[in-house]
């Protein structure tokens, strides 16, 4: 009974995220609504993390299955992204350098400003 609860808590934040999706007219997708409601809650105390841990684990275990069928699929219709494959590769490796990059600077930034108010 304790993984069908905490399976409801994530299934009803994904839940409101998809209505926020709907109703807001902005480009963002419904799963970035349901991070920031997570992390608001897990913030904020209102949520425990003891009451999503362990179906939040089982998910995490089981992502990987869920990206084969696109792998799949992506061999199948080879032929017909060969025009395609170079500049998407190069796209993910610049744009993947790009943000650990700026994401190695920001989090360089947050801690030299954290041990300066300590």
Known sequence: MKYLYQFLIIALITFISELLNYMIPLTIPASIYGLVIMLVLLKSGVLKLKYIKDVGGFLLDT??????????????????????????TVITIVTTIIVMVVTGLVSQKIIRRDKEDI
């Open 63 to 88: 992502m990987p299955i869920m990206f084969v069928p696109i792998g799949v699929e992506i061999i199948t219709i080879y032929s017909a992204m060969t025009d395609f494959i170079f500049p998407a």
